[in-house]
């Protein structure tokens, strides 16, 4: 065994030394690079193994010895110059079966994990190795490995190796129940709120602050009050607005009260004191809400936790997740909501919402996790009571254990010295206290015994002695007997085909016995969770034990149904009913949904998926015969209970401790044995196969997931894990999230698998046999888990054939590209066949598809190959490539077959019918001072209705306009305003008064329109031939020492011509050369100096001052004489190095292409007052000297960023380049801007009158919308996104625009793409964010700003502030506008509002029209603060203002936020909507802090309370704003009749 000495180095102190591992290829005359070697101390052959993989060769580096970056070694303990062996492996024998990776602050989509995960295939990794992948820039970084069942130091990533990604930056929803139970002590003494926030909060923050996770993070208290009441007639009016009634006809309301909203902090600490100041006066708000004097109201409860709210919980962060796309903020990934509850996991729900709940957790994939307090049941939990709407005797009560919900039980530290016992049971109240409970209408505490799960009513407690409980149990909980002839075991669940099966409750008793089976079709169908198999011939299946596709034998299912339905006596309709107490004995059909998340979870030692946080307490007896052959403890993660070791094998052990072993019954029910019942003998083959499996590490251990193996375990997350009822509650000693790597120590310790010795037995409570903990799954409540790219399952052949729907079509790109090639203005690179395939791909997987791996792999196929079930029989040479995806019951196949792609999509034949619930509640946000009214809509998405082809041909084409994105395909989108940077801050912290508009603010409207000209040239990625400064700086006295400077406009053209130098050939020095041939006719052939060298302005700069003994240079401190024509003119516009600057060569613009804007500038330095340069640049264009850079004659001159050329010039000219000649091809490749309201910048003209517009007679128009010269607000071209071509794949997206800069108004920006990185994106907008920070800064804005109540886009648990403004004022309490007109005065309101808004420095934003014209709808005017910190809306109704609004009633959302009244006759009051903007990044929105304020105020805060103060006049504020603004007007009509000027006043 050859010894190697270790030297360490640092990367990047030596060029020479830059990989992990550095060594001399003289040793190595074998070794290639990509090899992967094993290095470890000689003398501990079982201590670290380290794994480096070779990335170079270094001859400096002595000979027999190898050298190790330095970080590395110190982590694995490798000290410098000891002896160490090194030997080459092959990868497949220490390839990894998971392996899981953190990324911060960072937002990555899904198809960039996927084409992460391909750049990591054949790559050798080690714990906390950083890895930097530069075309994505990407950061991330290894967090945990495992390989065989346990835990490794490093391995090598195969084709095989399931990723998971991990964010420590996510979106996170703590939801607490504040449930009456959150009010009782535990069995510590401590309140249950205590034990929440004292103890689980705290601890998860602590986490939190330890992996330095970054949340994003929303607080919410949420509750359900029930009132007592028989009829809506015993609330009062103001109460009836948002009651809702349940199924037992009890009137309930639900609360909630958002503490923290969208924060990050770096200490949570701080915010626990928050909520234990809510927590004291939660239940006195909540129950007497609604109370007010002389008024009797229906007493009010607060329910338990099992009647709470929690699937409506649930739903409401999920309707802000299921938008992401639409506010994206590229620092950070993943969505998490958590439920802590003081409950024990039992919930009573209804079923419609359950399975819209269900299928919306999975199909958007967001974590949700369930974490109790309260203590851990003698059932599996979590588990879903459904409302029992039929009250007769016989119905029987139905569950559902949701495996869609993560849950964990908390447990504090605490012992109690006399007893280790822990109560599992919350004993029921009994006697009167119950009574009085029930006859308030709500079962309060009492209420617990609806989670007994008979639900017998209480005079059956007598019987105890005389009722047989267990026959019952039996009979109830049996499997369905067929012919009664099958004693089996366990029922093998057939899959479910298309036949409709008996849904029925199972009846109680001998009830079933008396039903004919006419009677069947009439019970209600109940359809309880849709992967549980309903039916009966399911039996005929355990007949035939044989068979191996279990389907096959059911041809005759119709038939068979017939026949045991009319045997009425012996077979029961319905299915067995779920017992929470044993719940392994059902198993469900496999489905993908129930595969979804599985491929997060590492595989135990026994090949079967394993959550980590469940601890088995106690070692136990062994039941099989064989000898006890110790093996070893996974850190905390023996399976719940059985599927663990019955095998054999010796694992070669350290630790003493040994697995649960479980008798030869539950083996027959592994989920991991291959085959559907192992009968006798068979279980001897089982054993064999799965030693090999596991001995020799072949991947076939991987469970299966095709037909044969049709079954799962209906509990717990992955499926696989059965249920034992031993289970106990206690405080696990080392969670994993914690594990050592994470401080380097003990890497050892990951070596093999012995790593956490198990709790003591003494807190297993009561020392039994194989109990099992579920302690708190800490790593998915600090760094969650992103939904994974990955999954197994796939329908088999037949399954497909009778269940679902199929359709395909072929996509040829070469030809698609090759047509649209022809008609596109402007060429792109289109995107081969390959790339087009990956891009499909890429963008199913980024809407929440996953890709299936299937086990046997064709030997032809590359990349993810299917099984051969599904492939088209066709010569084997032919697939080139083929991807199967699936998202809940949709399955896509994509196959690349040379140069065509056939997309195949399978859907079900019978999609489960879409639900819809409309849900009603009140929250109270911060800064809120009520609990408001508001309303959502929860609905299952169509899955199937995606407009797959429309976005498949979108990519081929490359995004052409033929296929424009459209909402439903879920783009995503950046918005953002551009707004004129103020620095507000320091200002408001001088004066203390926030309304100081707009005196404290320089008029630099010219230096932002620069700067905004600036930020377009850079989105739109254009290059000037001169620096800027060229045009308005003259540097005339550096061109001519003339003394006549105005000569030369009276000179003849064709002199003029000549006189300037060309330089059109970059070879020839012109400069020096004699005089160039003057032309006859005058084109603009000097005037083009070409865009090939950026210096020529300098050159001929010294050109022109080199020969001044002729009139040939163009001095730029001219003015034209008043009678210059507009010839003259032209040609001095046209001068290469005084005249409009012109951009550089650029596909699609033609040459001597200028911008309007410039044009005027220009024009404005050199005429004499009078002429207008608007009314010269349309003089030229109607001579056609100048014309539309797109070559459309028809279009005016627009003042502003819009393009223009010059016409007449050289079409010969080496470097000319023609216009488009295409205005709406033109206008897709380029931004077009127009100026308003800066005329003045251009021509001086006559001051405006200074009277506020609500006091003039004839008020000036609130926006440009009816101004703008294309009467539309919006526009959209086409963007690159990649400009620093960083990335590996094709990139592009499109910008989406304001037609018009205003100055003093939003200007709105917003990026939309599909087929971009997000990191790529962010790159793009930070470059545009520096490009634009001199007088403007871009601030990002949320789609939806307003987040009113009802509407469909936004935050459910977000609102506007209402602030009233107070309009009685006037002494004597006079009307306002009384002068006026009547009808004027609604308009005029709105302008006094606008005026107060101006006041406090917010700027008017323009918006789309909601609703078609005609409609007699409020006006509505949306405002942002310069800042961009915060929103404000106005509306004014229209006279008549009751009107059915396409989404609600309008009146119920102003109600709700206005008025707080169901008086629609009140008047509405008038007043501002108020709302923040939280997509701000929170270190910018907390850094606003004002200095002299006494506790560091906000400065938001402090500008929503002194605008609450100004609108309700304190200090008589508004009143004197009032009264300036008429002595405004007075002075004005006074000044107006002394100039005897009734049009405008002149200037002055």
């Given amino acids: 065994m050859k010894l190697y000495k270790l030297n360490t180095h640092t990367r990047g102190c030596n060029k020479s030394y830059d990989a992990d591992l550095v060594m001399n290829l003289k040793d190595h005359p074998n070794a290639n690079v990509g090899d992967v070697v094993e290095i470890y101390a000689p003398d501990e052959e079982n201590g670290t193994h380290l794994l480096l993989q070779i990335t170079e060769f270094n001859g400096s580096c002595g000979r027999d010895v190898i050298s190790i970056e330095s970080g590395i070694a110190n982590a694995f303990k490798m000290r410098q110059y000891s002896n160490v062996v090194m030997r080459i492996v092959n990868p497949a024998d220490v390839a990894l079966d998971s392996i899981e990776i953190t990324f911060k602050d960072q937002y990555m989509g899904r198809s960039e994990m996927w084409r992460l995960k391909t750049y990591l295939t054949d790559t050798c990794v080690y714990v906390n190795k950083k890895i930097d992948y530069n075309d994505m820039q990407i950061r991330c970084q290894v967090y945990e490995m495992w390989s065989q069942g346990e835990r490794v130091a490093s391995g090598v990533i195969t084709e095989d190796t399931k990723i998971v990604f991990r964010s420590s930056t996510s979106m996170v929803y ?104 809510l927590f004291t006066s939660y239940q006195a708000t909540v129950l007497r809400y609604h109370e007010r004097e002389h008024m009797k109201i229906p007493p009010a409860t607060n329910s338990s936790a099992t009647q709470g709210n929690f699937l409506e919980v649930l739903n409401i962060s999920l309707n802000t997740f299921e938008k992401h796309y639409l506010d994206r903020t590229f620092d950070r990934t993943g969505q998490l909501s958590v439920v802590i509850t003081p409950g024990v996991g039992v919930f009573s729900v209804d079923r419609e919402l359950t399975n819209i709940t269900k299928q919306r957790i999975i199909d958007n994939g967001v974590g949700s996790d369930l974490v109790c307090v309260g203590e851990q049941p003698l059932h599996a939990v979590p588990l879903l009571k459904f409302h029992n709407k039929d009250t007769t005797l016989t119905s029987a009560d139905d569950y559902s254990l949701p495996h869609w919900i993560n849950l964990s039980f908390y447990s504090t530290n605490k012992k109690i010295a006399y007893s280790s016992f822990i109560p599992r049971i919350k004993l029921p109240l009994f006697g009167s206290q119950l009574t009085l409970y029930d006859d308030a209408g709500e079962g309060g505490e009492g209420e617990e015994n609806e989670s007994h799960f008979l639900s017998c009513n209480q005079s059956e407690y007598k019987h105890n002695s005389l009722f047989d409980y267990d026959a019952y149990d039996e009979q109830i909980f049996q499997p369905l007997p067929a012919q009664s002839t099958c004693s089996l075991q366990r029922v093998v669940r057939a899959k479910k085909t298309s036949v409709p099966s008996l849904e029925t409750y199972a009846y109680r008793n001998n009830d079933w016995e008396n039903l004919t089976p006419t009677q069947i079709p009439a019970m209600r169908r109940k359809m309880s969770d849709p992967d549980i198999h309903h039916g009966t ?48 004995q059902v198993t469900i059909k496999l489905t993908s949904n129930r595969r979804r998340w599985t491929h997060i979870f590492p595989k135990g030692p026994t090949g079967v998926l394993i959550q980590q946080h469940h601890y088995q307490a106690v070692p136990a007896k062994t039941t099989q015969a064989g000898q ?65 499996s596991l001995m020799n590490a072949l991947p076939a251990n991987v469970p299966n997931l095709t037909a044969t193996q049709a079954k799962s375990y209906l509990w717990g997350a992955t499926g696989e894990q059965e249920w034992t009822p031993a289970i106990t509650t206690v405080k696990h000693l080392r969670p994993i999230v914690e594990g050592e790597h994470h401080h380097l120590g003990g890497l050892e310790a990951l070596r093999a698998v012995a790593v956490d010795p198990p709790p003591d037995p003494e807190a297993g409570g009561g020392g039994g046999r194989g109990k099992i903990i579920i302690g708190v799954d800490w790593k998915s409540l600090t760094i969650p888990a992103c939904l994974p790219i990955t999954t197994d399952y796939f329908p088999d052949k037949r399954s497909l054939n009778n269940d679902y729907v199929i359709s395909d079509y072929t996509l040829l790109p070469d030809d698609v590209n090759h047509d649209y090639a022809q008609s596109r203005a402007v060429y792109r690179k289109p995107l081969s066949t390959e790339e087009v395939c990956k891009e499909i791909v890429s963008q199913r997987l980024a809407q929440g598809f996953q890709l299936i791996v299937v086990d046997e792999k064709p030997p032809t196929a590359g990349g993810c190959s299917s099984g051969s079930a599904v492939q088209p029989v066709k010569p084997p040479c032919e697939i080139n490539k083929e991807y199967l995806l699936s998202i809940g019951r949709i399955f896509h196949k994509i196959s690349l077959t040379g140069s065509v792609i056939t997309v195949t999509g399978y859907r079900p034949r019978h999609p489960y019918p879409p639900i819809n619930v409309d849900y009603r509640y009140r929250f109270h946000a911060p800064q809120h001072e009520t609990y408001e009214i508001s309303g959502v809509n929860f609905t299952t998405e169509k899955l199937e209705n995606f407009n797959w082809n429309h976005m498949d041909l979108y990519i081929c084409t490359r995004g052409d306009v ?159 004489s008043p009678n210059a024509t507009l010839v003259e003119i032209f040609e001095a516009m046209k001068h290469p190095v005084t005249g409009v600057g012109y951009f550089s060569q650029t596909q699609s613009l033609p040459s001597c292409t200028f911008v309007s804007y410039d044009a005027l500038m220009w024009l404005k330095t050199r005429l004499n007052n009078g002429r207008h340069p608007l009314e010269l640049l349309e003089a030229m264009r109607k001579e056609r000297m100048i014309c539309h850079a797109s070559g459309d004659w028809k279009k005016p001159v627009v003042p502003g960023f819009v393009f223009y050329y010059v016409v007449q010039q050289d079409k010969n000219a080496k470097d000319y380049a023609p216009p488009l000649s295409d205005y709406s091809a033109f206008v897709n490749e380029w931004l077009e801007i127009e100026f308003q309201g800066c005329s003045f910048l251009w021509y001086d003209e006559p001051l405006t009158t200074p009277v506020p517009n609500f006091l003039r007679d004839s008020p000036a128009p609130q926006s440009w919308t009816e101004t703008c010269s294309n009467k539309r607000v919006y526009r959209q071209s086409h963007l690159e996104i990649d400009v620093n071509q960083k990335s590996d794949r094709m990139e592009w997206g499109h910008v989406k625009h304001h037609t018009v800069l205003q100055p003093g108004f939003a200007f709105e920006i917003v990026v939309e793409w599909v087929t971009s990185s997000g990191p790529i994106v962010a ?219 009734t049009d405008e006043v002149k200037p002055k």
């Fill in 174 to 277: 703590l939801f607490l129940q504040m449930s009456s139970e959150m009010w009782d002590f535990d069995i510590h003494g401590d309140l249950y709120f205590e034990k929440a926030v004292n103890g689980f909060l705290t601890e998860l923050f602590q986490k939190w602050r330890k992996l330095s996770c970054n949340h994003e993070v929303t607080i919410v208290l949420f509750s359900r009050t029930f009132y007592a009441a028989k009829c809506l007639d015993e609330f009062p009016e103001h109460m009836r607005d948002c009651l809702q009634q349940d199924y037992k006809g009890r009137f309930y309301e639900d609360f909630y009260r958002v503490a923290i909203q969208n924060e990050r902090c770096d200490d949570w600490c701080t915010v626990l004191g928050q909520l234990r100041k």
């Fill in 537 to 584: 011939s399911a039996m005929l299946a355990a007949l035939q034990p044989d068979t191996t596709n279990l389907s096959e034998s059911l041809a005759s299912e119709k038939n068979s149904r017939r026949t045991i339905v009319s045997i009425a006596p012996i077979v029961r309709p319905g299915r067995a009913l779920i017992n929470p107490f044993d719940p392994s």
């Fill in 628 to 692: 006890q052959r110790p093996l070893q403890q996974i850190q905390n993660n023996s399976q719940a209970g059985s599927n663990n070791n019955n095998e054999q094998e010796d694992y070669g052990c350290e630790n003493e401790e040994q697995y649960d072993r479980v008798s030869t019954r539950s083996l027959l029910s592994k989920s991991a044995s291959s085959q559907s019942f192992v009968i006798g003998d068979e279980k001897i083959d089982f054993f064999k196969r799965r030693q090999n």
């Fill in 962 to 1120: 033929d296929y424009p994105l459209m909402e439903s395909l879920k783009y995503w989108r950046y918005r953002m305003y551009l707004l004129p940077r103020e620095n507000i801050v320091s200002k408001i912290a001088s004066c203390q008064r926030c309304d100081i508009f707009p005196d404290v603010t320089a008029d630099n409207t010219r230096e932002q329109v620069e700067d905004f000209v600036r930020l377009i040239e850079a989105v739109s990625k254009l290059k000037r031939q001169f620096a800027r400064r060229a045009r308005d700086s003259p540097i005339a006295h550096s061109l001519t020492k003339r003394r006549h400077s105005t000569s030369i406009i009276s000179r003849p053209q064709p002199n003029q011509q000549h006189d300037t130098p060309r330089i059109t050939e970059k070879h020839h020095n012109q400069l020096n050369s004699p005089q160039q041939s003057i032309n006859v006719r005058p084109k603009l052939e000097n005037g083009r100096i070409p865009r090939i060298f950026p210096a020529t302005d300098a050159a001929a700069t010294a050109g022109l001052s080199a020969r001044d003994d002729q009139d040939d240079g163009f001095p730029v401190d001219i003015k034209f």
């Fill in 1323 to 1541: 790159d793009l907008i930070g470059g545009w964010m520096r490009k634009a920070n001199q007088f403007n800064f871009l601030v990002s804005v949320p789609a939806d700003p307003m987040a009113e109540p009802f509407t469909k886009k936004s935050d459910p648990l977000r609102g506007p502030i209402f602030i009233p403004l107070c309009t009685t004022f006037l002494p004597n309490g006079a009307a306002l506008f009384d002068e006026f007109p009547e009808e004027s005065r609604s308009d005029r309101m709105l302008f006094l509002q606008e005026a107060i808004l101006a006041k406090f420095g917010f700027l008017p934003c323009v918006l789309e029209k909601k609703y078609s014209v005609g409609k007699d709808l409020p006006k509505e005017y949306q405002y942002v603060h310069c800042t961009g910190n915060m929103f404000a809306l106005i509306r004014c109704a229209t006279n008549n203002y009751q009107v059915e609004s396409p989404i609600l009633q309008e009146a119920n959302v102003t109600r709700c936020v206005y008025g707080h009244t169901n008086n629609t006759n009140v008047p509405k009051k008038v007043g501002f909507l108020w709302a923040w903007n939280h997509m701000i990044p929170n270190k910018k929105w907390k850094a606003q802090t004002i200095n002299n304020s006494a506790d560091g105020e906000l400065f938001q805060l402090k500008m929503l309370k002194d605008f609450r103060e100004f609108c309700s006049n304190s200090d008589q504020r508004l009143s004197t704003f009032w009264s300036q603004s008429q002595e405004l007007k007075r002075k004005a009509q006074k000044f107006e009749f002394n100039n005897n000027n």
